[in-house]
T-cell receptor, first 109, second 117 residues
Framework: AQRVTQPEKLLSVFKGAPVELKCNYS??????LFWYVQYSRQRLQLLLRHISRESIKGFTADLNKGETSFHLKKPFAQEEDSAMYYC???????????FGGGTRVLVKP | GAVVSQHPSWVICKSGTSVKIECRSLDFQATTMFWYRQFPKQSLMLMATSNEGSKATYEQGVEKDKFLINHASLTLSTLTVTSAHPEDSSFYICSASVGSSGANVLTFGAGSRLTVL
């Protein structure tokens, strides 16, 4: 079975401060990890995926297989980063995504 | 870019009636679509995988006779909530895989909010 855990339901930071969203997963095989974001009144959209190893909107995430984690980080949060963030996992050979519980990020001015 | 459209965006119905929600891929073909359910302030829960031209694959605990899925074309999947009850009230979201097989990148619809009175 595959499972994704996001321990923080809410993260509140000031503009310009670093932000880190934690994500831990459980999967017996080789997973693909994703971060999806949902801005207010918008649909869920892909933020980044671990195999791309890219930075999107200043966010980065590194897959740590030893710790089974895929934490999302941004060194300087902006107000427009306020949104709901979901970590998701896809097992090998399929597109089925398992989502974590989500973390709401609130960036205060 | 790839767009997934859902209709209706919200619907209110009486208990005991059936409601159909459509999910369309607007500028690409989707052999596989996914239906999720989201309760308030909770995460997305996968209900079923919709396969074009074949039966849907339901997740454990999801009643296939309650949530009928039809994927008759490469651009349309429908979810019908049969004999709806207030506990079926929820936000239903569909998604489709974009890109080459195994790409695992999903594009999501805007969701359909169902309220059963």
């Amino acid at each position: 079975a595959q499972r994704v855990t996001q321990p923080e339901k809410l993260l509140s930071v000031f503009k310009g401060a670093p932000v880190e969203l934690k994500c831990n997963y459980s999967y017996s095989g080789s997973p693909e990890l994703f971060w999806y974001v949902q801005y207010s009144r918008q649909r869920l959209q892909l933020l980044l995926r671990h195999i791309s190893r890219e930075s999107i909107k200043g966010f980065t995430a590194d897959l740590n297989k030893g710790e089974t984690s895929f934490h999302l980080k941004k060194p300087f949060a902006q107000e427009e980063d306020s949104a709901m963030y979901y970590c998701a996992l896809s097992g090998s050979g399929g597109n089925k995504l398992t989502f974590g519980g989500g973390t709401r990020v609130l960036v205060k001015p | 870019g790839a767009v997934v459209s859902q209709h209706p965006s919200w619907v209110i119905c009486k208990s005991g009636t059936s409601v159909k929600i459509e999910c369309r891929s607007l500028d690409f073909q989707a052999t596989t679509m996914f239906w999720y359910r989201q309760f308030p302030k909770q995460s997305l829960m996968l209900m079923a995988t919709s396969n074009e031209g074949s039966k849907a694959t339901y997740e454990q605990g999801v009643e296939k006779d309650k949530f009928l899925i039809n994927h008759a074309s490469l651009t349309l999947s429908t979810l019908t909530v049969t004999s709806a009850h207030p506990e079926d009230s929820s936000f239903y979201i569909c998604s489709a895989s974009v890109g080459s097989s195994g790409a695992n990148v999903l594009t999501f619809g805007a969701g359909s909010r169902l309220t059963v009175l």
